[in-house]
């Protein structure tokens, strides 16, 4: 798919002033710095469409991106910092998990975990409620530039095993992506169009 056009609309902590269009959409979420804004840029060829920074928490709002006039990109705010609960559980942002469980034109949610960490609890705990609220999702592993070809077959290997030691029966579709190299833009492009025509 070739990206034509790529504006940014609105940004804003309530789902009910998202775009009312019925276009369909797809919403970058994981731990803050993990690389959501900068994998946006990334797939719109458009270096400062998304605000990045080396710092975790850069992004704290729901951005909504048009592209080619008839889908949107979903920028959001990271979890997993600041905010962190200090019960056993994470709790996630009221409006973030708003956005997941009332926003109809959400149609899949990419969970972005990076390629060099084992799992962690706030990103299985994060995958479980998707799951539970019946959002469809893909992971995509980032900043995949950061470590060798094996080790990024046995890292997938290790996170495969851990989301089927969560109950997890099948592996969800995943993506490995590398935003400075440009890897895997192509694969995620290809998947949109394929859910667009859908
Ligand atoms: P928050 O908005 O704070 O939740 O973070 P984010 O997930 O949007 O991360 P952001 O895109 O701002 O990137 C965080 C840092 O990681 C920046 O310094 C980026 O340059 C760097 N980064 C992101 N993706 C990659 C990648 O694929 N490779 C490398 N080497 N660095 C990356
Ligand atoms: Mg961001």
């Known amino acids: ?91 996630f942002q009221q409006f973030i998990t708003d956005y997941f469980e009332k926003r109809e034109q959400l149609v899949c949610a990419f969970v972005l975990i990076d ?15 998707l799951g539970e609220t019946e959002v469809p999702f893909c992971i995509i592993f980032t900043k995949a530039d950061k470590i060798g070809k094996s080790k990024i077959a046995s890292n997938i290997a290790a996170y495969k095993k851990q989301l089927l030691a969560n109950n997890w029966a099948e592996i969800p579709q995943y993506f490995v992506t590398s935003s400075s190299e440009g890897t895997g833009r192509d694969e995620i492009l290809e998947f949109i169009d394929g859910v667009n025509e859908d």
């Open 1 to 91: 798919m070739k990206i034509n056009t790529a504006e940014f609309i609105i940004s804003n902590s309530e789902v009910s002033k998202c775009p009312n269009e019925p276009l369909p959409e797809y919403a970058f979420i994981g731990r803050s710095n993990v690389g959501k804004s900068s994998l946006i840029n990334m797939l719109t060829e458009r270096k400062k469409l998304a605000k990045t920074s080396a710092r975790p928490g850069k992004t704290q709002l729901i951005n909504h991106f048009k592209i080619n006039s008839n889908w949107y990109l979903v920028d959001l705010p990271g979890y997993g910092y600041a905010k962190v609960s200090k019960k056993t559980k994470a709790v």
């Open 115 to 129: 390629i060099r960490l084992e799992a962690q609890k706030i990103d299985l705990e994060f995958i479980t409620y």
